[in-house]
């Protein structure tokens, strides 16, 4: 079982300041705490954040997932982030061996608007627990694929590897900053709301400029909710933990 924490971030300044207790390390289980901590002068990002069975300050560092949740998760109940993905198997007691942080993006607004905030709860995070900076990886659905492709531009030195579920952006310009990066992107071919084509043109992007580390999966039949399949295969978690920073990256299968 896991451990979690239901938090908040904030950054007022260029540096984050937490404004939430620490997260204990007594219970064996993982749980969601919840932490609040100030990305802007106008945002907070609430977040869960979920350690693993054996987690410690000391010894051996653990990877770290961030998850970004749809547009149907946004607002002020993080109780909505658990519904979908890593969060929902967090909750459902399946054990996870990394850090799993899930923030919160706040209603009426979407994740590519607030990638700074997302970069500076990055730092924090690697600051205040015991990250290993070579297995950062970002996953995240419908919404949150866009907002994957996005971060992941950004800042493609950070990443190990990136899993984006139905979601889409910028083919080319995307495709120029994630063409060394490992993806694996997964969408549902009777997507209604966002067409796999949407994966497709960025794929087809990575591949012109020379990229091979990117793969699609599709799965014929299956709308937008294809991130139930994702997440629940198996073989997305073995190729993920496969993944290293800057090192020799294992293909999808």
Not at 11 to 21: E, F, S
Not at 186 to 199: I, K, L, Q, R, W
Request: hydrophobic fraction near 40%.
């Amino acid at each position: 079982m896991s451990r979690s924490v239901v938090c908040a971030f904030a950054l007022l300044a260029p540096l984050a300041q937490i404004v939430a207790p620490a997260v204990s390390q007594e219970s064996p289980r993982q749980s969601h705490e919840r932490l609040r901590a100030t990305v802007s002068k106008e945002v907070a990002l609430d977040y869960l954040l979920a350690l693993p069975d054996g987690y410690s300050d000391d010894g051996d560092p653990w990877p770290l997932i961030l998850f970004l949740h749809g547009a149907g998760e946004r607002g002020s109940d993080l109780e909505k982030v658990k519904i979908h993905g890593p969060p929902k198997l967090v909750e459902a007691g399946r054990a996870i061996p990394a850090i799993v942080v899930s923030p919160q993006c706040p209603e009426d607004s979407w994740w590519t608007s607030h990638l700074d905030a997302l970069v500076a709860l990055l730092d924090d995070l690697e600051a205040r627990f015991n990250v290993d900076p070579d297995r950062i990886y970002v996953t995240g659905i419908s919404m949150g694929g866009y907002g994957t492709w996005a971060l992941a531009a950004l800042q493609p030195e950070r990443f190990a590897a990136a899993a984006p579920v139905c979601g889409g952006g910028s083919g080319v310009a995307t495709a120029v900053q994630v063409r060394d990066l490992p993806v694996w992107a997964f969408h549902g071919e009777a997507d209604p709301v966002v067409p796999v084509e949407e994966s497709q043109r960025i794929l087809d992007a990575i591949e012109r400029f020379g990229g091979t580390k990117a793969k699609l999966t599709t799965y014929p039949g299956v709308g937008h909710d294809s991130w139930t399949q994702t997440y629940e295969d198996p073989k997305l978690w073995e190729w993920l933990f496969a993944q290293r920073r800057g090192g020799a990256s294992t293909a999808a299968p």
